[in-house]
Protein backbone atom coordinates (compact mmCIF):
# COMPACT_ATOMS: atom_id res chain seq x y z
CA UNK A 1 0.00 0.00 0.00
CA UNK A 2 1.09 3.59 -0.65
CA UNK A 3 -0.62 6.78 0.85
CA UNK A 4 -1.08 9.79 -1.85
CA UNK A 5 -1.51 11.72 1.20
CA UNK A 6 -1.85 11.40 5.19
CA UNK A 7 -5.28 10.47 5.06
CA UNK A 8 -5.75 8.05 1.99
CA UNK A 9 -4.65 5.09 0.88
CA UNK A 10 -3.93 3.76 -2.43
CA UNK A 11 -3.06 0.24 -3.90
CA UNK A 12 0.02 1.08 -5.24
CA UNK A 13 -0.73 -1.16 -8.23
CA UNK A 14 -3.47 0.86 -9.34
CA UNK A 15 -1.43 4.00 -9.46
CA UNK A 16 -0.76 5.21 -13.08
CA UNK A 17 2.20 8.00 -13.86
CA UNK A 18 -1.37 9.91 -14.51
CA UNK A 19 -2.67 9.34 -10.97
CA UNK A 20 0.58 10.29 -9.41
CA UNK A 21 0.88 13.57 -11.41
CA UNK A 22 -2.85 14.39 -10.43
CA UNK A 23 -1.62 13.65 -6.94
CA UNK A 24 0.79 15.72 -6.78
CA UNK A 25 -1.10 18.38 -8.45
CA UNK A 26 -3.89 18.39 -6.04
CA UNK A 27 -1.83 18.40 -3.02
CA UNK A 28 0.32 21.20 -4.41
CA UNK A 29 -3.06 22.87 -5.02
CA UNK A 30 -4.11 22.42 -1.61
CA UNK A 31 -0.86 23.62 -0.17
CA UNK A 32 -1.15 26.85 -1.98
CA UNK A 33 -4.76 27.42 -1.08
CA UNK A 34 -4.22 26.76 2.62
CA UNK A 35 -0.83 29.27 2.41
CA UNK A 36 -3.51 32.32 0.99
CA UNK A 37 -5.48 31.23 3.61
CA UNK A 38 -3.96 31.93 6.17
CA UNK A 39 -2.27 34.83 5.27
CA UNK A 40 -5.75 35.89 4.61
CA UNK A 41 -7.91 35.15 8.00
CA UNK A 42 -11.14 36.45 8.42
CA UNK A 43 -11.38 38.72 11.14
CA UNK A 44 -13.15 36.63 14.08
CA UNK A 45 -10.67 33.85 13.72
CA UNK A 46 -7.71 36.29 13.88
CA UNK A 47 -8.71 37.54 16.81
CA UNK A 48 -9.56 34.27 18.26
CA UNK A 49 -5.73 33.52 17.89
CA UNK A 50 -4.57 36.66 19.27
CA UNK A 51 -7.05 36.31 22.30
CA UNK A 52 -5.70 32.97 23.04
CA UNK A 53 -1.87 34.37 22.30
CA UNK A 54 -2.45 36.85 24.95
CA UNK A 55 -4.10 34.61 27.41
CA UNK A 56 -0.92 32.34 27.10
CA UNK A 57 1.39 34.95 27.72
CA UNK A 58 -0.34 36.04 30.66
CA UNK A 59 0.01 32.65 31.72
CA UNK A 60 3.52 31.87 31.22
CA UNK A 61 4.36 35.32 33.13
CA UNK A 62 3.47 32.91 36.34
CA UNK A 63 4.88 29.88 35.50
CA UNK A 64 8.34 28.23 36.73
CA UNK A 65 11.04 27.74 34.43
CA UNK A 66 10.02 23.91 33.71
CA UNK A 67 6.44 24.75 33.79
CA UNK A 68 7.33 27.05 30.97
CA UNK A 69 9.33 24.66 28.93
CA UNK A 70 5.76 21.86 29.65
CA UNK A 71 3.52 24.93 28.25
CA UNK A 72 6.16 25.09 24.97
CA UNK A 73 5.22 21.79 24.24
CA UNK A 74 1.60 21.79 24.38
CA UNK A 75 1.91 25.08 22.17
CA UNK A 76 3.53 23.17 19.39
CA UNK A 77 1.38 20.39 19.98
CA UNK A 78 -1.24 22.73 19.60
CA UNK A 79 0.06 24.29 16.27
CA UNK A 80 0.84 20.93 14.65
CA UNK A 81 -2.50 19.84 15.63
CA UNK A 82 -4.32 22.58 14.23
CA UNK A 83 -2.48 23.28 10.97
CA UNK A 84 -3.26 19.22 10.64
CA UNK A 85 -6.86 19.14 11.19
CA UNK A 86 -7.08 22.45 8.54
CA UNK A 87 -5.21 20.28 6.33
CA UNK A 88 -7.00 17.62 6.82
CA UNK A 89 -10.61 19.50 6.24
CA UNK A 90 -9.15 21.44 3.54
CA UNK A 91 -8.19 17.67 1.48
CA UNK A 92 -11.55 16.15 2.25
CA UNK A 93 -13.83 19.52 0.80
CA UNK A 94 -11.38 19.57 -2.30
CA UNK A 95 -11.97 15.42 -2.90
CA UNK A 96 -15.38 15.75 -2.41
CA UNK A 97 -15.85 18.83 -4.81
CA UNK A 98 -13.91 16.42 -7.25
CA UNK A 99 -16.04 13.52 -6.48
CA UNK A 100 -19.44 16.35 -6.97
CA UNK A 101 -18.22 17.44 -10.31
CA UNK A 102 -17.17 14.42 -11.72
CA UNK A 103 -20.40 12.76 -10.62
CA UNK A 104 -22.51 15.80 -11.55
CA UNK A 105 -25.34 14.82 -13.65
CA UNK A 106 -25.10 11.13 -13.31
CA UNK A 107 -27.54 11.22 -10.24
CA UNK A 108 -25.08 10.22 -7.78
CA UNK A 109 -23.30 12.32 -4.95
Known sequence: MCFNNRYTRIDERQV????????????EFITERIS???????????SAYM?????????????TEEQIIMLRGCENAYHVADGET????????????????????????
Open 16 to 27: TDLDKNMIRVTE
Open 86 to 109: GRYYYAAGFRDAIRFLLNFGEGEQ
Open 51 to 63: ELRSRVELLRGTL
Open 36 to 46: YHGKNEVELLN
